[in-house]
Every structure is written in C-alpha cells, then in structure tokens.
C-alpha cells in the first residue's frame, strides 16, 4: 500500500517561502499523479496543484498561479511543493495524494486514492 508523507510546513511572514515535501513509500507504474490540496478552517478542501508523471504535465489552481511550483524528484520518490510570496490566504493544512489518472488531475479532478496526513502551513505576521 502506497504511504505519503508531507513535510515542510511551518509559520512564515507574509511574503515568505517554503518548500513541502511530499515522499512516498514507492511510486509504481499504477500511480500516474500527485495533488496538492489544502483546507483551512471553515472552509472545504481546495486542490492547489498536480502533476502527471509520465507527461510532465502540471496545474494550479488560479490563486497560486505564477507564486507555487510544483516538481518531482524520480531519484527520491518525492513530489515538491515550492510556494513563494506567500499570503495570509494560503494559510491552511496541506495534503498529498496519488492517483491513478493520467489526464487532468485538477480540473476536473479525479479520484486520489491515498492521502498524507497533512502539514500546517501558516502565514502571519
């Protein structure tokens, strides 16, 4: 069974960066995909960015545009989330998860079949 784990977050000032990592116990030939989702409190659960492995194709939701990059490292098994300029806004607990798709992972999104446990990420001054 395929395990994620996020790691990375933290409190950063307005403005700031971090990088999340997402690691995963093996990627095999099933799983096509990451996501990067979020959720802040109150609110319901948000993709912020993917990728598709094979294809090199990534998406990001529009409030994060031109601010996250998403990448993977083969040799690691691992997917980041390098986020820049950060706002008040992108306060929220960030998730991982695989898919098995291999076309748009984020609009329209597809089923994720395994979730990371999550790491805060929390922007203030």
């Known amino acids: 069974q395929l395990q994620l784990v996020e790691s990375g977050g933290g409190l950063v000032q307005p403005g700031g960066s971090l990088r999340l990592s997402c690691a995963a116990s093996a990627f095999t030939s099933d799983y096509k995909g990451i996501g990067w989702f979020r959720q802040a409190p109150g609110k319901e659960r948000e993709g912020v960015s993917c990728?598709?492995?094979?294809?090199?194709?990534?998406e990001y939701v529009d409030s994060v545009k031109g601010r996250f990059t998403i990448s993977k490292d083969n040799a690691k098994n691992t997917v980041y989330l390098q986020m820049n300029s950060l706002k008040p806004e992108d306060t929220a607990v960030y998730y991982c998860a695989a898919t098995t798709y291999s076309g748009p992972c984020l609009n329209p999104q597809p089923r994720y079949d395994y979730w990371g446990q999550g790491t805060q990420v929390t922007v203030s001054s």
């Open positions: 990728i598709i492995f094979r294809a090199r194709w990534t």
